[in-house]
C-alpha cells in the first residue's frame, strides 16, 4: 500500500493534546480557524499522498547528478516541486505582504511532517527556502526583501544555507571564506562551503544561497562573520535575471541516503553579494534560519518515522508465516506486534512533542509574553533531537518487522533508515542539541525547565480518578525528573555536558508519557491502549536515563584516550 499522510492523527493532536485554539484566539492568527486548519491539512495530505510519494523510490534508484555543471535531479521531482510551489506550501508561514499565506507554524508542522513522509529528499528543498524567508524577514534591508521573498514564496526561485566549510563543521567560527567591499554596497564573496543542501536543482530559475564569510575587518570566531544574500544569476532592479553569477557546484556528495536531493560543494569565486542584517551580525541572522529549520529536521524525522512505520505495517498485515491464530499473519506474532506498538507510540510522543514545540513558538510571536519564548527554547533541542532519534529507531525496527525483506532495498524498507540518519547530524548534532538544553537553555536555573513539570503534575494529578495507574506514573516520572534538573543546575555547566544526552532523552520520554495521558483522556479506548503501552513499557526508560545523569562528568572524564585505543 502507498504512504497515506495522518491528516486525522494531527487534527486529533492539535485538537486535543497541544490546545491550537488558544493559537486561534490570538488576533495575530484569528483567521487559523479549526475548519480552515481541517482544510488546509486535507489539501496537504493529497498533494503528499498524490503528487509526492511516487517519487520517493525515483530519488533513491536515480540519484540527482552533476553533468557538464548542470544538476539533474531525479525523475518527477520537478513536477512534483512545481505541485507543492503552484500550491502556496513553500509560503505558508511567510507574511502576506509578500505573497505568503501568513499560517501559524504549528500548522506548517504538520503539513512538513506529511511531506517528509511521503519523500524526504524532495521536502528538503522547500523547508530551506521556508528558513530563508523568515531570515530574510527578519533580518533583511526592505529592498532585498522585496526583490527576493515574493519569489522564493512562488517557488520561481529556491534557497540555501551556506554554513560548514571542510575546517569549519559545528566549529562555524573557524571559516575562512572572504567578502571583499566592492565599493558599491556589495561585496566579493570568496571560499568553499560543503554540505550545501540542494544547492542547484534544475527547476528553479535561480538559487538564492545565504553565505556566512568574514569581512576584512571581521573580528576571529564567530563575532566576526557576516551573512550575505549570493545568488546564482543576479538580478535585475525589474526583478527579471541578470548576468550569471561567478559561483559553481564543484561537485555532488555520494551519501549514505537521501539520494535525490543533491549535497553540493559550492565554490564562490568573488560572487557578488550583498549584506543581510547588519556587518558583523552574521551568526543572529543565521540563527534564525537554523532555529527554523531545528523544528523542521526534527520533523523530518518524524515524518520519516511515519513512513517506515506505514510500510511496516502493511508488510505485517500481508505476511504470512509461522503458526499464529486469527488473520495467520505476522502481525499476530507477540514480538512483530510490540515493535508496531513501539513505532507508533513514539511516532505520536515525538510528534505530539514537535506540536507543542510549534504551538510555544507561535504564541510567542503572538502575544510577546516572555512564558512562551522561554518554552519554545526549551522544547526546540529536544523536538530536534527525539523528533531525529525518533525516526532512526522506528526506520531501523521497519526493518526488523519485515525481516530478511527488510535487508533487500525492492522493499523500500532500508531507504527510510539511510535517508534520516543524517537528521540526526545536520542543523547541530544531536549531542550539541542536548549540549545546548543543558547550558544556555538551562541559565535561568531551570525555572522554564520547572513551570513545565509544574503543569504536566497538574495534569496527572487531575486524571488519577480517571486514569488513575497512568496518571500515577507520569506524576511520578516527572517528580523524577524534577528530581534530577534540580541535580543538574546545581552542577557547573562543563560537567553538565559530559550527561546531557541522557538528560534530554529523559525529558522527551516524561513529555511523551505527558502527551500521551492527554490523549488517553481525551481519546477513544484505541488511544488508552496506546498510552497504556508508552506509559508503562517506554516511559521507565526514564529511570536508567536520570540515574546516568546523576553520576556527573568525573568518571567519563577519567577515561582515558589510551583507555579507549584499539
Known amino acids: 500500500m502507498p504512504y497515506r499522510s495522518p491528516v486525522s492523527e494531527f487534527q486529533f493532536i492539535l485538537k486535543n493534546v497541544v490546545d491550537f485554539d488558544t493559537i486561534a484566539a490570538t488576533p495575530k492568527f484569528s483567521e487559523a480557524s479549526s475548519d480552515m486548519v481541517d482544510a488546509i491539512l486535507t489539501e496537504a495530505g493529497k498533494l503528499c499522498d498524490d503528487a509526492i510519494a511516487p517519487i520517493q523510490r525515483n530519488g533513491d534508484l536515480h540519484p540527482a547528478k552533476l553533468e557538464n555543471g548542470i544538476v539533474r535531479?531525479?525523475?518527477?521531482?520537478?513536477?512534483?516541486?512545481?505541485?507543492?510551489?503552484?500550491?502556496?506550501?513553500?509560503?505558508?508561514?511567510?507574511?502576506?505582504?509578500?505573497?505568503?499565506?501568513?499560517?501559524?507554524?504549528?500548522?506548517?508542522?504538520?503539513?512538513?511532517?506529511?511531506?517528509?513522509?511521503?519523500?524526504?529528499?524532495?521536502?528538503?528543498?522547500?523547508?530551506?527556502?521556508?528558513?530563508?524567508?523568515?531570515?530574510?524577514?527578519?533580518?533583511?534591508?526592505?529592498?532585498?526583501?522585496?526583490?527576493?521573498?515574493?519569489?522564493?514564496?512562488?517557488?520561481?526561485?529556491?534557497?540555501?544555507?551556506?554554513?560548514?566549510?571542510?575546517?569549519?563543521?559545528?566549529?562555524?567560527?573557524?571559516?575562512?571564506?572572504?567578502?571583499?567591499?566592492?565599493?558599491?554596497g556589495s561585496y566579493a564573496i570568496t571560499g568553499q562551503k560543503i554540505y550545501i543542501t540542494w544547492g542547484d536543482n534544475d527547476f528553479a530559475e535561480n538559487i538564492c544561497h545565504l553565505v556566512l564569510a568574514r569581512t576584512p575587518d571581521g573580528a576571529p570566531g564567530t563575532k566576526g562573520i557576516s551573512l550575505f544574500m549570493v545568488p546564482k544569476f543576479i538580478p535585475n532592479a525589474d526583478g527579471s535575471l541578470g548576468e550569471r553569477n561567478s559561483l559553481r557546484v564543484v561537485s555532488l556528495e555520494h551519501k549514505l541516503g537521501l539520494h535525490g536531493s543533491p549535497t553540493a560543494v559550492m565554490s564562490y569565486e568573488g560572487a557578488q553579494g550583498w549584506l543581510v542584517g547588519p556587518e558583523f551580525g552574521g551568526m543572529a541572522a543565521m540563527f534564525t534560519m537554523m532555529n527554523n529549520a531545528r523544528l523542521g529536521v526534527g520533523t523530518q524525522g518524524i515524518g520519516t518515522a511515519e513512513g517506515a512505520y506505514q510500510a511496516a505495517y502493511n508488510y505485517a498485515m500481508d505476511r504470512k508465516q509461522g503458526r499464529v491464530g486469527g488473520t495467520g499473519t505476522i502481525i499476530e506474532h507477540a514480538d512483530v506486534r510490540r515493535m508496531l506498538a513501539h513505532m507508533k507510540s513514539d511516532t505520536f510522543a515525538a510528534r505530539a512533542i514537535a506540536l507543542a514545540c510549534g504551538a510555544a513558538i507561535d504564541l510567542q510571536h503572538a502575544t510577546k509574553d516572555p512564558k512562551w519564548t522561554a518554552r519554545?527554547?526549551?522544547?526546540?533541542?529536544?523536538?530536534?533531537?527525539?523528533?531525529?532519534?525518533?525516526?532512526?529507531?522506528?526506520?531501523?525496527?521497519?526493518?526488523?518487522?519485515?525481516?530478511?525483506?527488510?535487508?533487500?532495498?525492492?522493499?523500500?524498507?532500508a531507504q527510510y533508515l539511510r535517508d534520516v540518519r543524517v537528521t540526526a547530524i545536520y542543523e547541530g548534532t544531536n549531542g550539541i542539541q542536548a549540549m545546548d538544553l543543558v547550558g544556555r537553555k538551562m541559565m535561568d536555573g531551570g525555572d522554564a525547565a520547572f513551570q513545565l513539570m509544574d503543569e504536566i503534575e497538574a495534569f496527572a494529578e487531575g486524571q488519577k480518578a480517571n486514569l488513575p495507574e497512568l496518571a500515577e506514573a507520569v506524576w511520578q516520572s516527572t517528580e523524577d525528573l524534577r528530581e534530577t534538573?534540580?541535580?543538574?543546575?546545581?552542577?557547573?555547566?562543563?560537567?553538565?555536558?559530559?550527561?546531557?544526552?541522557?538528560?534530554?532523552?529523559?525529558?522527551?520520554?516524561?513529555l511523551g508519557g505527558y502527551y500521551h495521558l492527554i490523549a488517553a483522556a481525551k481519546g477513544d479506548e484505541s488511544r488508552q491502549r496506546l498510552a497504556a503501552f508508552y506509559i508503562k513499557r517506554l516511559l521507565p526508560e526514564h529511570v536508567s536515563l536520570c540515574s546516568h545523569v546523576r553520576e556527573g562528568a568525573v568518571d567519563l572524564m577519567a577515561i582515558t584516550p589510551d583507555d579507549l585505543a584499539v
Open 73 to 184: 535531479t531525479s525523475p518527477g521531482f520537478a513536477d512534483a516541486f512545481s505541485a507543492i510551489a503552484e500550491g502556496g506550501w513553500i509560503g505558508i508561514c511567510a507574511d502576506p505582504e509578500y505573497g505568503g499565506m501568513g499560517l501559524p507554524l504549528t500548522v506548517a508542522t504538520a503539513v512538513n511532517d506529511m511531506m517528509s513522509g511521503a519523500c524526504l529528499s524532495m521536502q528538503l528543498n522547500p523547508l530551506m527556502s521556508q528558513g530563508q524567508i523568515e531570515a530574510l524577514e527578519s533580518h533583511a534591508s526592505d529592498e532585498i526583501k522585496e526583490m527576493y521573498i515574493p519569489k522564493l514564496i512562488s517557488g520561481e526561485w529556491t534557497g540555501t544555507m551556506n554554513l560548514t566549510e571542510p575546517q569549519a563543521g559545528s566549529d562555524v567560527g573557524a571559516l575562512s571564506t572572504k567578502a571583499e567591499p566592492n565599493g558599491d
Open 376 to 413: 519554545a527554547a526549551l522544547l526546540t533541542p529536544i523536538a530536534k533531537s527525539f523528533g531525529t532519534d525518533t525516526g532512526i529507531d522506528v526506520a531501523n525496527l521497519g526493518i526488523q518487522v519485515h525481516g530478511g525483506m527488510g535487508f533487500i532495498e525492492e522493499t523500500g524498507a
Open 485 to 510: 534538573t534540580e541535580w543538574l543546575v546545581a552542577q557547573d555547566v562543563s560537567d553538565r555536558f559530559a550527561v546531557s544526552v541522557p538528560y534530554l532523552r529523559a525529558f522527551a520520554r516524561v
